[in-house]
């Protein structure tokens, strides 16, 4: 079993910031891609941001310059770090992370999702 935890949500003011955490426990042997996406009302889920085991990372580019991921190998924990937010960033923000299990098994888990809303 594998659980992705996520925390760090809430309302925030346009302009405000939030570091959002996911941390992963559970048989895991080591995690390759971690990321986060983001479902608002009405709209399919996009991707916001990846980052490899290495530190390489990819954004979308509605949040780049305002985003960044980062992640603690150490700690199977990762973040995202949310700057100049907008009202239309106003969604619930998912992690992700591709877990190789200690049954050597590759798979993708979910966390639970957290609400981050943005006033105008």
């Known amino acids: 079993q594998v659980q992705l935890r996520e925390s760090g949500g809430g309302l925030v003011q346009a302009g405000g910031s939030l570091t959002l955490s996911c941390a992963a426990s559970?048989?895991?042997?080591?995690?390759?891609?971690m990321g986060w996406y983001r479902q608002a009302p009405g709209k399919q889920r996009e991707l916001v941001a990846t980052?490899?085991?290495?530190?390489?990372?990819n954004y979308a580019d509605s949040v780049k310059g305002r985003f960044t991921i980062s992640r603690d190998n150490a700690k199977n924990t990762e973040y995202l770090q949310m700057n100049s937010l907008k009202p239309e960033d106003t969604a619930v923000y998912y992690c992700?992370?591709?877990?190789?299990?200690?049954?050597?098994?590759?798979?993708?888990?979910w966390g639970q999702g957290t609400q981050v809303t943005v006033s105008s």
């Open positions: 992700n992370a591709d877990v190789i299990t200690v049954m050597g098994v590759l798979r993708g888990y």
């Open positions: 559970g048989s895991i042997l080591s995690i390759n891609a």
């Open positions: 980052i490899t085991r290495g530190g390489s990372r």
